[in-house]
Nanobody, 128 residues
Framework: QVQLVESGGGLVQPGGSLRLSCAAS????????IGWFRQAPGKEREGVSC????????WHKDYLKGRFTISKDNAKNTVYLQMNSLKPEDTAVYYC?????????????????????WGQGTQVTVSA
């Protein structure tokens, strides 16, 4: 059974950092692409970052480049999202998701429709 569990969210002041973790079970990270998404109140879920099954391809939302970095540790079956210089507008529920389709998981994208397994989300609040 595929399961994704996010952790690491919380309350942080503007300019601070957080590292989110996505612990995967029921599959090997080397087989699936993993994406991070976020959803703020009243807004649509948007892609933040992703990493391909092989780890050789990553994508970040344009305006997040330089602040957010995705990585993974296949031995721990965990994907991380390092978030630096956080801003109040980064406040949202952050979700990780897995794409098991081998026709797409060799690369990755920020499109929600390409992901077929989702975690429950972790709240990130950036506020003074």
């Amino acid at each position: 059974q595929v399961q994704l569990v996010e952790s690491g969210g919380g309350l942080v002041q503007p300019g601070g950092s957080l590292r989110l973790s996505c612990a995967a079970s029921g599959f090997a990270l080397g087989d699936y692409a993993i994406g991070w998404f976020r959803q703020a109140p009243g807004k649509e879920r948007e892609g933040v970052s992703c990493i391909s099954s092989g780890g050789g391809s990553t994508w970040h939302k344009d305006y997040l480049k330089g602040r957010f970095t995705i990585s993974k540790d296949n031995a721990k079956n965990t994907v991380y999202l390092q978030m630096n210089s956080l801003k109040p507008e980064d406040t949202a529920v952050y979700y990780c998701a897995a794409d098991s389709d081998k026709t797409t998981s060799w690369r990755c994208s920020g499109h929600t429709y390409e992901y077929n397994h989702w975690g429950q989300g972790t709240q990130v609040t950036v506020s003074a």
